[in-house]
C-alpha cells in the first residue's frame, strides 16, 4: 500500500504508564513482536500525571499523534490517575479541534498486563487513522539563537527607553505592585544594576523574569521611563541566551503560540459559536477574538471561567447595532504572550500571520475586545513595521459610538456592582475612560470604584502566564479584598485573563468564601441590559 | 407630482432662516428640485418669533407660502404652538425636546435634543445644524449627501468639519431612532435572543 509508505514517516509520541501497560508493552519487547518504529515512547509515572501541557508539548514539537496509555480506572494504582488522565485528553482533543489539528491526533488507551496483542492492535490502528489525516502542518518552532555577548543589546535597549534619565527618586519601587505585595523589589535598582551592566547576575535576571509588566511604575516615574517595556524588550535578548523557565501551567499557553506560528496550520477558531449570532464573511468589520476559547477549555476542571462569554457578547452586541462582522477562522494567536516572555521571533511570525490574514480579508476595522489583543494590534504590530491596512478599535470605543447615536437605553439591573480595570486598557493605553463612560448609562442599584482604580488600579497579579508565585497570590487577595469592601456583589471585568487569575486566587482552599465575588464581563453586563428606546 | 411642505420653526439667533435656506438649497442645487424659502419674523424679531418656510417639488412651485406643513421642525414652544395643528395627518413633527414640550400631543412625533447636543459640542448655536441631519435622516426630505454637502458650503469658513460634526450626529441620532422604533415593533429590542 502506499500509504504505508506515509505512513512510515509520521511521528507518534507514546505516553506509556510504567504499571499495567508498561508491562504488556515489555512482554511485546521480549517476544519481538514488531512495534512499529515511528512510535517514540515516553515511560510515565502514572497516566494522570500527564498534564495537558505535557499531552500538547509533541505538538509544537512537530509530533503527528500522540497517545496518553494507562490503567483502566477503577485499575489505577492511585486511585484517581485515570480519571484525570481522561479529563486531560479529553480537553486537549478539544483545543486539537480548535487549532485545527483534528482531535483524532489524540487517542486515550487503557491495558492491563495480560492485553499485550491489544495494546499493539491499538497503536497500529492508530497510526492507521493518523496516517489517513496526514503529516501535521506544524513546523517544529526554531529555538531562538544564542548570543554570547549581548551587552551591546542590552545597551542599545538602555538608549532605547532612556533608562539613563531615571533620578533615582525611587518612587516607581515604592509604587510597584510587587513591592506593595512584600516582595523585596526595586525596579529602580533592576533597572540601576543593569545600566551597571549586571544583566547576568542571577538575582537581577531573577527580578527581570518576576516583573508584571503592569505599569504602575512607569505611570509614577516623573522621568517617563517605560519600565515594562524595558523588562520586554531585556527579556527578549537574555531569553536567547539563557531560557526562561517561569512559564505558568507547565509552559502550555507558550507551547499554544508558538504552535500557531505555522503558516499551514488552518484553524477552526470559532467551531464553537452560538447560533444565535450572526457573521457576515463579506463585512468590511471584522471581530478579532483572541484566546479565550482556549482559557476556557484549559480551565474547565479547575477554575471553570467563562470568558468566552466576553466574546459571544461582544458579538451580540454588534449584532444589536445590526453589524454582523466578519470572523477569521484562522485567527491565531496576537502573540502577546509571546512577546512579553521575550520570544520576539515567534512574536513577530504570528504579527505578520494575523496582519496579512486580516489584509488580504478586506476588512476596513477590526474590534478586538481582549485588552491584550488591542494593546499588542495598536501599538505592537505598528512598532514591528507591519503595514496594517485597516483601523483598529476597542470594542468599548466601538460601543460608546453606537450608543451616543442615541435612542439606547439600558435596563436596571439589580446588582451592586464595582469594576476592575485591565492594566492593558487602563495604564498601557490610557483607556480608563471609556469603560467608565459605558458604566456609567448602566442603571444597577449602585457602582462603587474599588479604593485604587483607573490608571493606578491594582492588577489581576500575573502577565502572559509568566512567574506566577506567591507574591502575584498576595496582590489577588488584596485585590479581591478591595472588591469586596465595595459592598458590591459583582465584580465587573473587560479582561479575560483579570477572570482567571482573580478566580483563582478565589478558589484558594485556605480563604474559603472569603473572596468570592461574581464576576462578568462589562460586554456581558451590557448585553443582558441595553434596550432600544 | 411630490410636493413638500416645510416649516422650521424657533426664535431669533438660532438659525432657522440659515436651516431654512440650507434645506432649499440641497433639494434645488444638491437633488436638482424645485424649492422656495420664504422667511417671516414675528413683531419682536430679535429673539423674538421666526420660522422659515420651505417648499420642495418636483416641479414649478406657483406659491410659494406653506398652506398645511408635511413636516414641521420645531425648536421653540411657541413656534410648535402655532404650526402644530396645521400639520398633515400623515406628515412629521419634529422637535427639539429641550425647547419644547409637546403636553397632550395626540399623534406621533419625533424628538431629538439637538441644543443638548450642540452644547455637549461645545457651540450651543449648532443646534439648528443638528436639527438639519435629525430632518434628513427621519423625513428624507433631501438626500444625505445633497445635504451634508450644503451645510459644509453655508457655515462660515473654518467651521466646516465642527459643523459636519454636528450635521453628523443628528443624522445618526435620527437613524437609531427610527431603528429602534423598527426594532420594538419586531420584538428585538435587547441584544439576547
Ligand atoms: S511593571 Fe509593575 S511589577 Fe514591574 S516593576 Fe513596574 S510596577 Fe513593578
Ligand atoms: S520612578 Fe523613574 S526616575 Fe524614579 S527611580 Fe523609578 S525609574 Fe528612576
Ligand atoms: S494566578 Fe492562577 S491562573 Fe493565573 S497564572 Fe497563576 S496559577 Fe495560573
Known amino acids: 500500500m502506499g500509504n504505508d509508505q506515509a505512513n512510515k514517516n509520521l511521528k507518534i509520541v507514546l505516553f506509556l504508564c510504567t504499571w499495567g501497560p508498561h508491562a504488556a508493552f515489555q512482554q511485546l519487547q521480549d517476544k519481538d513482536c514488531r512495534i512499529p518504529a515511528q512510535v517514540k515512547m515516553v515511560r510515565i509515572p502514572c497516566s494522570g500525571r500527564v498534564s495537558k501541557a505535557l499531552l500538547f508539548k509533541p505538538f509544537e514539537m512537530g509530533a503527528d499523534g500522540v497517545v496518553l496509555v494507562g490503567c483502566g480506572s477503577g485499575v489505577c494504582r492511585y486511585g484517581v490517575g485515570s480519571i484525570t488522565a481522561e479529563k486531560n485528553v479529553a480537553d486537549t482533543r478539544k483545543i486539537l479541534d480548535l487549532l485545527g489539528l483534528s482531535r483524532k491526533r489524540l487517542r486515550l488507551g487503557a491495558f492491563s498486563p495480560e492485553e499485550p496483542q491489544a495494546l499493539l492492535d491499538f497503536l497500529n490502528g492508530f497510526i492507521e487513522e493518523v496516517g489517513a489525516i496526514g503529516k501535521s502542518p506544524v513546523i517544529r518552532p526554531v529555538k531562538p539563537e544564542k548570543h554570547n555577548d549581548h551587552s551591546l543589546a542590552i545597551k542599545e535597549i538602555i538608549q532605547k527607553h532612556d533608562v539613563y534619565s531615571c533620578q533615582e527618586c525611587g518612587k516607581c519601587s515604592s509604587a510597584c505592585s510587587l513591592t506593595l505585595a512584600g516582595k523585596q523589589y526595586s525596579p529602580r535598582a533592576i533597572a540601576n544594576a543593569i545600566i551597571g551592566g549586571k544583566v547576568d547576575d542571577p538575582q537581577v535576571q531573577k527580578d527581570v523574569w518576576a516583573c508584571l509588566t503592569c505599569g504602575i511604575c512607569y505611570e509614577r516615574c516623573p522621568s517617563a521611563v517605560n519600565f515594562p517595556e524595558f523588562i520586554r524588550d531585556v527579556r527578549a535578548v537574555i531569553k536567547s541566551a539563557q531560557g526562561n523557565g517561569n512559564e505558568a501551567h507547565g509552559g502550555f499557553f507558550g507551547s499554544l503560540s508558538r504552535t500557531m506560528t505555522s503558516p499551514e496550520i488552518k484553524g477552526n477558531h470559532w467551531n464553537w459559536l452560538p447560533e444565535d449570532i450572526k457573521t457576515d464573511s463579506s463585512s468590511k468589520v471584522l471581530f478579532f477574538g483572541g484566546c479565550a476559547p482556549y482559557f476556557d477549555i484549559f480551565f474547565k476542571n479547575h477554575l471553570a471561567p467563562s470568558t468566552l462569554d466576553s466574546v459571544s457578547d461582544s458579538l451580540r452586541l454588534m449584532n444589536f447595532f445590526d453589524i454582523h462582522p466578519r470572523v477569521l477562522d484562522d485567527e491565531r494567536c496576537c502573540g502577546h504572550d509571546l512577546l512579553w516572555t521575550g520570544d520576539r521571533e515567534n512574536f513577530l511570525k504570528l504579527a505578520k500571520l494575523n496582519v496579512d490574514a486580516i489584509n488580504q480579508s478586506g476588512a476596513e476595522e477590526v474590534i478586538i475586545s481582549c485588552p491584550e489583543g488591542y494593546r499588542t494590534f495598536v501599538k505592537d504590530y505598528p512598532q514591528a513595521g507591519l503595514d496594517m491596512q485597516f483601523k483598529v478599535t476597542h470594542i468599548h470605543e466601538f460601543l460608546e459610538r453606537e450608543i451616543s447615536k442615541g435612542s439606547v437605553g439600558f435596563k436596571s439591573l439589580d446588582r451592586k456592582i464595582t469594576f476592575q480595570d485591565s492594566c492593558r486598557l487602563s495604564r498601557h493605553m490610557e483607556m480608563a475612560e471609556p469603560a467608565r463612560k459605558l458604566l456609567a448609562r448602566l442603571s444597577p442599584l449602585s457602582f462603587t470604584e474599588m479604593t485604587d482604580s483607573g490608571a493606578g488600579a491594582i492588577c489581576c497579579g500575573n502577565c502572559a502566564w509568566s512567574g506566577c508565585d506567591s507574591f502575584s497570590k498576595a496582590l489577588q487577595v488584596k485585590r479581591l479584598r478591595q472588591a469586596r469592601e465595595t459592598q458590591g456583589d459583582l465584580l465587573v471585568t473587560s479582561c479575560p485573563k483579570c477572570q482567571v487569575h482573580l478566580r483563582c486566587a478565589m478558589k484558594d482552599p485556605f480563604f474559603g468564601k472569603d473572596l468570592e465575588i461574581e464576576m462578568m464581563d462589562l460586554t456581558s453586563v451590557m448585553a443582558k441590559t441595553i434596550c432600544w428606546e | ?193
Open chain 2, 1 to 193: 407630482m411630490q410636493k413638500l411642505e416645510v416649516i422650521i420653526t424657533g426664535f431669533g439667533g438660532q438659525g432657522i432662516v440659515l436651516a431654512g435656506r440650507i434645506l432649499g438649497q440641497a433639494a434645488s442645487l444638491g437633488d436638482h428640485k424645485e424649492s422656495t424659502l420664504i422667511q417671516s419674523y414675528g413683531p419682536e424679531s430679535r429673539g423674538g418669533a421666526c420660522s422659515a418656510q420651505v417648499i420642495i417639488s418636483d416641479g414649478t412651485i406657483n406659491y410659494p407660502y406653506v398652506r398645511q406643513p408635511d413636516i414641521l421642525a420645531a425648536m421653540s414652544q411657541a413656534g410648535f404652538d402655532k404650526f402644530v395643528n396645521d400639520v398633515r395627518p400623515e406628515g412629521f413633527i419634529l422637535i427639539d425636546q429641550d425647547m419644547v414640550k409637546v403636553k397632550g400631543l395626540e399623534r406621533d412625533y419625533f424628538a431629538v435634543p439637538s441644543t443638548r447636543m450642540a452644547e455637549e459640542l461645545g457651540r450651543k448655536m449648532m443646534a439648528n445644524i443638528i436639527m438639519i441631519g435629525f430632518i434628513t435622516a427621519v423625513t428624507q426630505s433631501t438626500s444625505l449627501e445633497a445635504t451634508r454637502q450644503t451645510v459644509s458650503a453655508s457655515v462660515p469658513k473654518g467651521t466646516e468639519e465642527m459643523n459636519i460634526k454636528a450635521f453628523n450626529k443628528g443624522y445618526d441620532y435620527g437613524l437609531s431612532l427610527l431603528k429602534a422604533r423598527d426594532k420594538k415593533a419586531s420584538g428585538q429590542a435587547g441584544a439576547l435572543a
